[in-house]
């Protein structure tokens, strides 16, 4: 019978790791180490920098739109009511954005 290779130790947060022992009895499991996340360690301010950033992009999303309607605003200028007039009904809004974004997409 051919002796059992060392297994690789994965860990999860919060959960201990183990190995393979030739010296548990069996072939057993010995535990070699613990990974616990703590509130100050450095999954915790990962945590903290990513939510940071979701915050940023979406602020930076809504700055983006903003300036879009200011620039369409400028460019189009009084005409603007004139041009969505027809999109007062909301099917005939849908129906005309649904067609206006396959001809853009294709």
Same mark, same amino acid.
């Given at each position: 019978?051919l002796?059992l ?5 994965i ?6 790791t ?12 010995t ?8 509130? &100050?360690? #450095? !999954? ?6 990513q939510?940071f950033?979701v915050? +940023?992009?979406?602020?930076?999303l @809504?700055?983006?739109?903003?300036m879009?309607?200011t620039g369409?605003?400028?460019?189009a &200028?009084? #005409? !603007?009511?004139?041009?969505?007039a027809f999109a007062?009904?909301?099917?005939? +809004?849908?129906i005309?954005g649904? @067609?206006?974004?396959?001809l853009?997409?294709?």
């Amino acid at each position: 019978m051919l002796p059992l290779a060392p297994s690789p130790a994965i860990a999860f947060p919060g959960q201990a790791t183990g190995c393979r022992s030739m010296n548990a009895p069996h072939g057993g499991t010995t535990l070699s180490s613990t990974t616990i996340d703590e509130p &100050g360690s #450095q !999954a915790a301010k990962s945590s903290w920098i990513q939510w940071f950033l979701v915050l +940023g992009l979406v602020y930076l999303l @809504v700055v983006a739109v903003d300036m879009i309607g200011t620039g369409f605003k400028a460019a189009a &200028g009084d #005409q !603007a009511k004139e041009l969505f007039a027809f999109a007062s009904n909301p099917v005939t +809004g849908v129906i005309v954005g649904t @067609v206006a974004t396959a001809l853009i997409q294709s």
